[in-house]
Structures are given as C-alpha cells and as structure tokens.
C-alpha cells in the first residue's frame, strides 16, 4: 500500500481465529512465522500470476503465427 509516494510494509489484516490458529500451527512445523507463510503465498501467487500471462502471450503468438502461415500459404 502506498503512503505518501513510499510502499508502507505494515498492512493490518483480519484473519478468522480458527484460520490464524491453523496458520500459526503450520507455522510451528515449519519452523517459520504467520507472516513468512503469507509473504512466501505472495510471492507463488505473483510468481503464478506472470507465469500465466507468460504463458498465455506465448499460445496467442503461436496462434498468431500459425495463422499467419496459413494466410501467406494460401
């Protein structure tokens, strides 16, 4: 969230009770913090997120191609 032109890293969020208890226990396991496991949720979801429009991008380029091959050899 952006404060006054810089990125604040202090986001309050409500999480559920029985949600933050089943975070923290997993948490505990694995030998991190609530915050990591959400910080490390980000950054997959993020990370997914470009793969999937990466991805995308390439199938429409390759349609594009394909198609325009077909045009030209027409």
């Not at 991008?57 to 045009?71: N, P």
């Amino acid at each position: 969230m952006k404060v006054g032109g810089f990125l604040n890293n202090n986001l309050p969020v409500f999480i559920d009770d029985d949600l933050l208890r089943q975070a923290a226990q997993i948490a505990l396991k694995k030998n991190t913090t609530v915050a990591a496991l959400i910080q490390n949720f980000l950054k997959e979801l993020i990370a997914n997120e470009k793969h999937q429009k990466d991805q995308i991008a390439a199938e429409l380029e390759l349609l594009f191609d394909s198609s325009s091959t077909t045009t030209l050899s027409s």
